[in-house]
C-alpha cells in the first residue's frame, strides 16, 4: 500500500487581520511580482480587506469555470508577466482554478478564501469541469499549496446557501472514507489519522451546523462559526491529505458527478448535490439507519434528500438513469465500493425516494 500524503499547506493561518500580514510574508521570500486571480462576486468581497493592502500583483479574473483551458489561459498569463507567485482569491472553482494554473507554470499559490464551501483551499488537487458545467474529472498536484490564509471577517460575507452546500459537502468525509476504509483490517496510522478528521467533521457539524449558520446571518465571527468553517476547510482537507485514495471520494462524489448531467441540477451548489449523493451511497450499503440519523440535520439545513429538491421534477426515471450512467461511468469513485452496475445505482435511488416519503415526519 502506498499512501502520499500532502496533509496541510506549507503555512496556514485563520486569524482577525491576518491579510495585513501578506506584504510582509511576501517580503521574506523576496518576491515582488504576482498574478492575482478572482472571481467577480469573490473580488466584492474581498476588495475591502484587500484594496488597502499594498501588494505587488496583477489582477485578473477568470471566466467563472474551472477548465483545463482556463487553467491553461492564467498559467500562460502568469509566465508573460513574469511573476514569482499566484494568488487565489474566491471560493472552490476560483481557487481550483488558482492551483492548476500554479501548478502549469510551476509557481508557488497562495489562497485566501472568500466563503465556507468546501475543502478546496486546504486540498492539493483541482476538480475540473467542461464549459458547460459537467464534471470532468479531478487532478492531485505534486505539491501542496504554499500558503492559507484565512480571515474570518471575510469569511462572514458567505451566503447562507454556500455555507449550508459545504456542511452537506463535508459531511460526505466521513461516508465516504468510512465506506473506503471500513473493512481494511490494517490501517496505516495515515489513514487512521485521516478517519479521525472524517469522523470529526460528522460530529462537529451534526452538532454545530445549525450554530454557525445562525452566527453567520448575525455577522459573529464567534466559536460556533469558526469550528465549522475550519471543519470544512481544514478537517475536511485533511481527510484526503492524509487518506490518499482511501480518504478522497466513493460513492456520494460519483452520484454528484451523475447529476450533473442532467441540466436542471446546475442551478445546485455541488455540496447539495454531494449531500444527496451521501444519501444514495447509503442506500447502496443499506445503511437507512444512518439515513434516519442524517434526516433532521438535512430538515434543519435544508439540503436536499429527493430528487425534486435539486429542481429535478419531471420525467424522474429518466433523470434518474442518466444519473446512474454517469456515476458508474469509466473512472468514477463508485467502483471503489465494487458498484458498477447503472441499474444497480438508479434502484438505489428509487428506494431512496421511498424511504424519505416513508419518513416524511422525521425532523428532530
Same mark, same amino acid.
Given at each position: 500500500?502506498?499512501?502520499?500524503?500532502?496533509?496541510?499547506?506549507?503555512?496556514?493561518?485563520?486569524?482577525?487581520?491576518?491579510?495585513?500580514?501578506?506584504?510582509?510574508?511576501?517580503?521574506?521570500?523576496?518576491?515582488?511580482?504576482?498574478?492575482?486571480?478572482?472571481?467577480? &462576486?469573490?473580488?466584492?468581497?474581498?476588495?475591502?480587506?484587500?484594496?488597502?493592502?499594498?501588494?505587488?500583483?496583477? =489582477?485578473?479574473?477568470?471566466?467563472?469555470?474551472?477548465?483545463?483551458?482556463?487553467?491553461?489561459?492564467?498559467?500562460?498569463?502568469?509566465?508573460?508577466?513574469?511573476?514569482?507567485?499566484?494568488?487565489?482569491?474566491?471560493?472552490?472553482?476560483?481557487?481550483?482554478?488558482?492551483? &492548476? &494554473?500554479?501548478?502549469?507554470?510551476?509557481?508557488?499559490?497562495?489562497?485566501?478564501?472568500?466563503? $465556507?464551501?468546501?475543502?478546496?483551499?486546504?486540498?492539493?488537487?483541482?476538480?475540473?469541469?467542461?464549459?458547460?458545467?459537467?464534471? !470532468?474529472?479531478?487532478?492531485?498536484?505534486?505539491?501542496?499549496?504554499?500558503?492559507?490564509?484565512?480571515?474570518?471577517?471575510?469569511?462572514?460575507?458567505?451566503?447562507?446557501?454556500?455555507?449550508?452546500?459545504?456542511?452537506?459537502?463535508?459531511? &460526505?468525509?466521513?461516508? *465516504?472514507?468510512?465506506?473506503?476504509?471500513?473493512?481494511?483490517?490494517?490501517?496505516?496510522?495515515?489513514?487512521?489519522?485521516?478517519?479521525?478528521?472524517?469522523?470529526?467533521? =460528522?460530529?462537529?457539524?451534526?452538532?454545530? %451546523?445549525?450554530?454557525?449558520?445562525?452566527?453567520?446571518?448575525?455577522?459573529?465571527?464567534?466559536?460556533?462559526?469558526?469550528? !465549522?468553517?475550519?471543519?470544512?476547510?481544514?478537517?475536511?482537507?485533511? @481527510? %484526503?491529505?492524509?487518506?490518499?485514495?482511501? %480518504? =478522497?471520494?466513493?460513492?456520494?462524489?460519483?452520484?454528484?458527478?451523475?447529476?450533473?448531467?442532467?441540466? *436542471?441540477?446546475?442551478?445546485?451548489?455541488?455540496?447539495?448535490?454531494?449531500?444527496?449523493?451521501?444519501?444514495?451511497?447509503?442506500?447502496? *450499503?443499506?445503511?437507512?439507519?444512518?439515513?434516519?440519523?442524517?434526516?433532521?440535520?438535512?430538515? =434543519?439545513?435544508?439540503?436536499?434528500?429527493?430528487?425534486?429538491?435539486?429542481?429535478?421534477?419531471?420525467?424522474?426515471?429518466?433523470?434518474?438513469?442518466? @444519473?446512474?450512467?454517469?456515476? $458508474?461511468?469509466?473512472? *468514477?469513485?463508485?467502483?471503489?465500493?465494487?458498484?458498477?452496475?447503472? $441499474?444497480? !445505482?438508479?434502484?438505489?435511488?428509487?428506494?431512496?425516494?421511498?424511504?424519505?416519503?416513508?419518513?416524511?415526519?422525521?425532523?428532530?
Amino acid at each position: 500500500m502506498t499512501i502520499q500524503i500532502k496533509g496541510a499547506p506549507n503555512y496556514y493561518a485563520c486569524e482577525e487581520n491576518i491579510l495585513e500580514s501578506l506584504p510582509a510574508k511576501l517580503a521574506e521570500m523576496a518576491w515582488t511580482s504576482g498574478l492575482l486571480i478572482h472571481g467577480d &462576486a469573490s473580488w466584492k468581497s474581498a476588495a475591502p480587506f484587500l484594496d488597502p493592502i499594498d501588494l505587488p500583483v496583477t =489582477r485578473i479574473a477568470y471566466n467563472g469555470q474551472c477548465t483545463h483551458a482556463e487553467a491553461a489561459r492564467l498559467a500562460e498569463a502568469a509566465q508573460s508577466e513574469r511573476v514569482q507567485f499566484i494568488i487565489g482569491v474566491g471560493g472552490g472553482k476560483v481557487l481550483d482554478t488558482a492551483k &492548476a &494554473a500554479a501548478n502549469e507554470a510551476d509557481l508557488p499559490v497562495i489562497l485566501i478564501p472568500t466563503i $465556507v464551501s468546501n475543502c478546496s483551499p486546504w486540498a492539493s488537487l483541482s476538480v475540473f469541469y467542461d464549459e458547460a458545467g459537467n464534471f !470532468v474529472e479531478y487532478t492531485i498536484f505534486p505539491r501542496s499549496t504554499f500558503m492559507l490564509l484565512v480571515e474570518p471577517k471575510l469569511l462572514l460575507t458567505t451566503p447562507a446557501p454556500y455555507l449550508i452546500a459545504g456542511i452537506g459537502d463535508t459531511l &460526505a468525509k466521513w461516508y *465516504e472514507a468510512d465506506a473506503l476504509t471500513e473493512n481494511m483490517t490494517d490501517q496505516p496510522l495515515a489513514v487512521q489519522i485521516s478517519r479521525s478528521a472524517a469522523k470529526l467533521c =460528522r460530529d462537529i457539524l451534526i452538532a454545530e %451546523g445549525d450554530a454557525a449558520i445562525c452566527s453567520l446571518q448575525n455577522q459573529r465571527a464567534d466559536s460556533a462559526f469558526l469550528r !465549522v468553517a475550519e471543519t470544512v476547510i481544514m478537517a475536511g482537507g485533511m @481527510v %484526503g491529505g492524509f487518506g490518499d485514495e482511501y %480518504g =478522497r471520494i466513493a460513492g456520494a462524489h460519483s452520484i454528484h458527478n451523475g447529476l450533473t448531467r442532467v441540466a *436542471e441540477t446546475h442551478a445546485q451548489l455541488h455540496g447539495n448535490k454531494v449531500a444527496y449523493g451521501i444519501l444514495v451511497q447509503l442506500a447502496l *450499503e443499506e445503511k437507512f439507519d444512518e439515513i434516519l440519523v442524517l434526516l433532521p440535520t438535512y430538515r =434543519r439545513l435544508g439540503l436536499p434528500t429527493v430528487l425534486r429538491e435539486l429542481g429535478i421534477k419531471d420525467h424522474i426515471k429518466t433523470a434518474m438513469k442518466t @444519473v446512474a450512467d454517469g456515476a $458508474v461511468a469509466p473512472g *468514477e469513485s463508485i467502483h471503489f465500493m465494487h458498484v458498477s452496475s447503472s $441499474v444497480q !445505482v438508479a434502484e438505489a435511488m428509487q428506494r431512496l425516494e421511498s424511504f424519505i416519503a416513508e419518513n416524511q415526519g422525521v425532523t428532530q
